[in-house]
């Protein structure tokens, strides 16, 4: 069984680990000691002002597979909500990341109130592609970004209908 847990000042160690060259070869390399710990304050201080949900993943077979989020932003002038995760390298290749994304959409349409989930793999990330396309998420295309700010790059943009699953709640189609 997979569980989603608030990301708390202990899930630092979690952080680091998911630090490594591996693990952000899609985000422009590992980020120094310093800009770790001021990410890890980020997380805190975003949850408890409200502007986003981060999320420790835990499994039956380990406390701290990986993280997921999601946070307030835009996306093309309109408000969203964006959509984040990573799955230490142990663990993936076991449907963590979808089932960890099933689990974060209702809760991004409990907690949040913009009518739009927003993921943004890149490109050539195959496998956070694959993650949108099995957890339900709509391929809108593709679109040029940059992460981190001022490295270009070229990104795939999956939206779920947040509003259509809070519809679906009230009318009692889905629990």
Same mark, same amino acid.
């Given at each position: ?46 949850? +408890? ?14 406390? $701290? ?22 799955? +230490? ?10 089932? $960890? ?62 509003? $259509? ?11």
């Amino acid at each position: 069984m997979l569980t989603l847990h608030p990301y708390s000042a202990d899930d630092f160690p979690l952080l680091e680990a998911l630090n490594s060259p591996e693990m952000t070869a899609y985000l422009g390399g590992p980020e120094s000691p310093e800009k770790l710990q001021q990410r890890h304050e980020k997380y805190q201080r975003l949850a +408890r002002e409200g502007q986003a949900r981060i999320f420790r993943i835990a499994a039956d077979d380990h406390p $701290a597979v990986g993280i997921i989020n999601w946070w307030y932003g835009e996306w093309h002038d309109q408000p969203v909500q964006e959509a984040g995760w990573a799955v +230490r390298p142990e663990f993936q290749g076991r449907g963590y990341a979808v089932r $960890a994304l099933e689990l974060l959409t209702p809760d991004a349409a409990e907690h949040g109130d913009r009518t739009l989930l927003v993921a943004n793999p890149r490109v050539d990330n195959a496998a956070s592609n694959a993650v949108c396309a099995r957890a339900g998420f709509s391929f809108r295309g593709e679109e040029d970004d940059e992460y981190p700010p001022g490295n270009p790059i070229r990104t795939n943009v999956w939206t779920f209908d947040l509003a $259509a699953l809070r519809e679906a709640r009230a009318l009692g189609y889905l629990p």
